[in-house]
């Protein structure tokens, strides 16, 4: 077995749930998948002195979970104040209706489909509730709607899907772009180079301690799956699956659904690009 610190990241061991930071505490929904790793992290961030808290990404609708959520704060002696949405896929944005309905929150979020209230959320807000600076940041590229939220006091980021705690992510064609992700993914590293963030607090999986480290696996990564697509596109394969199936080989089968959505947003980009 691999040990953790030879991990791209450094991903802590251990429970996944529980305090993260000073600020952040994870309650992880039970939702696992091949997909959702060990289930969707609802995150719980407050300043330690104060009494409100922002919840993010409340997860899917399952009343033990979001109840869970709620005694988990209370438990801290807080109140959840509001809630915010990295992003609007079902595990992490099916129960926020209803989150806001028990906690009587208002819901922020980039797609107005998604918001409760009048505010909505993007590029450059900052998240001053109960003292916090929780600074939002538009990175689309796992969906066009998916924002990070950068925490200084603690020199983390929250990152949603766009980075994961393990493994790496789907760009989810047709909505996801791939330039749109290594944008995205370039502002995350400038973030750990010019602004000190060395914790990732993800959506699904543990946190990683090498904020920086995984980042730059993610770029690599997508560099090199771009290029073996590249190469099987030249090689005579066509479609979307025919491409899965020769470069995803070493994949599990059941992710492949998934990898398509990848390949399709990678075969646009190199036909935006003129590359096939």
């Not at 995150?43 to 869970?68: K, R, T």
């Not at 001053?128 to 020199?155: I, K, N, Q, W, Y």
């Not at 010019?194 to 995984?214: E, F, I, M, S, Y």
Request: aromatic share 4%; glycine share 12%.
């Amino acid at each position: 077995m691999t040990h953790a610190a030879a991990l791209p990241g450094r991903p802590r061991g251990g429970v996944i749930g529980g305090p993260a930071t000073d600020r952040a505490v994870c309650v992880l929904a039970p939702n696992p998948s091949a997909m959702t790793l060990d289930g969707t992290n609802t995150w719980l961030i407050s300043e330690p002195d104060s009494d409100l808290a922002v919840a993010v990404d409340p997860g899917p609708l399952d009343e033990g979970h979001l109840a869970n959520v709620i005694a988990t704060a209370e438990s801290a002696g807080k109140r959840v104040a509001l809630t915010l949405l990295t992003h609007g896929h079902p595990d992490h944005a099916d129960g926020a209706a209803r989150f806001a309905e028990l906690t009587g929150t208002h819901v922020r979020a980039l797609d107005p489909a998604l918001r409760l209230g009048d505010e909505g959320l993007g590029e450059g807000d900052v998240i001053t509730t109960g003292g916090l600076e929780l600074r939002v940041m538009a990175t689309p590229g796992h969906t066009a709607d998916s924002l990070c939220f950068h925490l200084p006091a603690d020199s983390a980021v929250l990152t949603g899907d766009t980075v994961l705690g393990r493994g790496t992510t789907v760009v989810a064609h047709p909505d996801g772009r791939l330039g749109d992700y290594l944008d995205s993914l370039r502002r995350l590293r400038s973030l750990t180079v010019d602004d000190g963030v060395d914790t990732v607090l993800p959506g699904h999986g543990p946190v990683l301690n090498d904020a920086r480290g995984v980042i730059e696996f993610y770029l690599a990564h997508r560099a090199k799956r771009l290029a073996q697509v590249e190469t099987a596109v030249e090689g005579g394969y066509r479609t979307p699956s025919e491409v899965v199936a020769h470069v995803y080989a070493d994949v599990d089968r059941t992710l492949w659904p998934a990898a398509e959505l990848s390949v399709r947003a990678q075969l646009d980009y190199l036909d935006e690009h003129g590359l096939v």
